[in-house]
């Protein structure tokens, strides 16, 4: 697959600048990932693992400190290139009320193609566009107060896809959102993966993160692994060690599986297990 | 409930004042106070008011609304009308007594201020019931736009007037959270005297400031993430355009203003 996100021994750190004297707290000690185009990545860690401030650094809102960052071949210390890199590389945020701008929906998903400086024409196609794409276009001409948490969200991610970006990351898009919008989020964002764009998906759900085509999951500034789901979560005892849960399913198959009963200790989706009991029930009744 | 509130006063419809360019909307108000301050006799307030009248029928607002907007300021109509009523000595004097004393031109002056303050607030809250605050920034912004010559703000004001009318809203929200969790923490900010109230505030505008401000800097975040950069280079979606009706609008203020002024020379009070 070719690459799209290169990143390259990356290390970062905030200074207290209020401690006396001023202390250094260093959030990235060395990672190396490269994600190519088109891939779905979950990116999994508790508090403090460093993810966001990963986040951060494929969109040059962070520089690194050591080590290099490339998005389509471009660094992102480039001041040069900084418009294109945030062109191509979308973000999406926790809190979908702290990213709408604009008191109309549709003035919203048009504000990042207004800074760019797009033809007015060319910015009504797009946000009609990108409205579809998130099945949010009955709403263009609404108060964003007025809607729910998940349908803000879309909003926000629809102002993201305006700028057509081949790549948008997510930091925990769906933490402050009830079950049904964390459904409507998880939708769009397979929905948008399977036209191609490249999803890094930050999250704390582990059933989320089951459904990319690949795991990283980082541990104080590093990344401890990085496999299919499958590979990840079947090392139950790794994740636990690192405050991380697995899916509720694995965790029932690997008690299963202690318990005697002839399972494979790699499933991650309900409906495989459902299947896989039912079978192993059918056999034994 | 609390989330149902209207920011401004704005009166949606379809009307064609409702439909005029914000600008256009804008200049009319401002040769509209012309108008009213031009006029210097009955006459002219007469047409200055026929006009507002006009407005107003076709723009469908309500009459009760442009009661509603009076209602604030009656006490300032009030008080001027006192000061005029007493203060005026030229004239016929129809009543005295002691040091008080009422002249014919104190009545007259005390009525045409009053009617002059009212079609005054009658205009600009025309303007307000049939343009939506954003709509009304974007105008702003645009007639304010040539003054970036003279290194003026145009775009940076007007992008601070749509975030604060965009976060109205969601911070009313939260300080409805806010105040239901500390009076489930035992805060009591109904009772006692004023200052007494005051300082039960302060437990809520601590919290809401602090959220305010982290809010602030996600949403800095974001907008950087969606390349903004400021006022340079930047294109709209709506682009404001004037048509035939908004320069017949502006001829008919116009000849209205030109009516006032003639009516001054015949009748100048």
Not at chain 1, 179 to 205: D, F, S, W
Not at chain 2, 138 to 144: F, M, P, Q, V, Y
Not at chain 2, 164 to 169: E, M, Q
Request: charged content about 25%.
């Amino acid at each position: 697959m070719e690459k799209f996100i290169e990143i390259k021994d990356v290390e970062f750190s905030y200074m207290n600048e209020y401690d006396d004297p001023p202390t250094k707290n260093t959030v990235l000690r060395g990672v190396s990932l490269d994600i190519g185009r088109g891939e779905f990545v979950a990116v999994l860690g508790h508090n403090g693992s460093g993810k966001s401030t990963l986040a951060k650094l494929l969109n040059a809102i962070n520089l690194p400190e050591k080590g290099e960052v490339l998005i389509d071949g471009m660094l992102t210390s480039d001041e040069e290139h900084l418009y294109d890199i945030r062109k191509r590389v979308g973000m999406v945020f926790q809190n979908p009320d702290n990213q709408i701008v604009a008191t109309v929906v549709e003035e919203d998903v048009a504000f990042a193609l207004e800074n760019i400086g797009v033809e007015p024409a060319e910015i009504r196609r797009r946000v009609d566009e990108a409205l579809k794409t998130v099945g949010m276009y009955e709403y263009r001409e609404h108060a964003p107060h007025k809607l729910s948490g998940g349908q803000k969200q879309r909003i926000a991610i629809a102002g993201v896809l305006a700028m057509q970006p081949e790549c948008i990351v997510m930091d925990e898009p769906t933490a402050m959102l009830d079950p049904i919008g964390r459904c409507e989020i998880m939708k769009t964002i397979k929905q948008l993966n399977a036209a191609g764009v490249t999803i890094i998906l930050i999250t704390h759900y582990m059933d989320e993160a089951a459904q990319a085509g690949r795991v990283v999951v980082m541990d104080s500034g590093r990344v401890i692994a990085d496999d299919v789901p499958k590979k990840v979560f079947s090392q139950m005892e790794m994740l636990k060690s690192v405050g991380l849960d697995v899916p509720d399913v694995t965790e029932l198959t690997h008690a299963l599986i202690a318990e005697g009963c002839s399972l494979p200790d790699d499933i991650i989706s309900e409906d495989e297990c459902f299947e896989r009991l039912y079978n192993l029930l059918k056999k034994g009744g | 409930m609390i989330k149902d509130i209207t920011i401004g006063q704005f009166f949606p419809g379809k009307s064609i004042i409702h439909r005029l360019d914000p600008r256009i909307k804008l200049l009319l108000t401002v040769i509209y106070i012309v108008m009213l301050f031009t006029a210097s006799g009955f006459t002219g307030l007469l047409a200055a008011s026929l006009y507002m009248l006009a407005a107003f029928i076709i723009s469908g607002i309500p009459i009760k609304m442009m009661l509603k907007s009076i209602k604030p300021i009656l006490p300032i109509i009030i008080f001027t009308g006192i000061l005029n009523l007493f203060f005026i000595s030229s004239g016929d004097p129809l009543v005295e007594w002691h040091f008080i004393k009422i002249t014919d031109d104190g009545v007259r002056t005390m009525i045409f201020m009053a009617a002059r303050i009212i079609l005054l607030i009658c205009g600009t809250s025309l303007l307000t019931y049939t343009t939506s605050p954003i709509t009304l920034t974007d105008a702003i912004e645009r007639i304010l736009s040539p003054l970036k010559v003279i290194k003026f703000p145009a775009h940076e004001i007007a992008m601070m007037m749509t975030i604060a009318l965009r976060f109205i809203p969601t911070l009313i929200e939260e300080t409805d959270k806010i105040m239901s969790a500390q009076k489930a923490r035992g805060a009591d900010m109904e009772s006692g005297n004023l200052i007494h109230r005051a300082k039960a505030l302060i437990p809520i505008l601590i919290p809401l400031f602090v959220s305010a401000f982290r809010r602030a800097e996600e949403l800095a975040l974001a907008m950087e993430c969606r390349c903004y950069h400021g006022g340079e280079g930047r294109t709209r979606l709506k682009q404001l355009k004037t048509a035939p009706r908004d320069y017949v609008a502006v001829v008919i203020t116009l000849i209205f203003l030109a009516a006032v002024i003639v009516l001054n020379m015949f009748s100048p009070i």
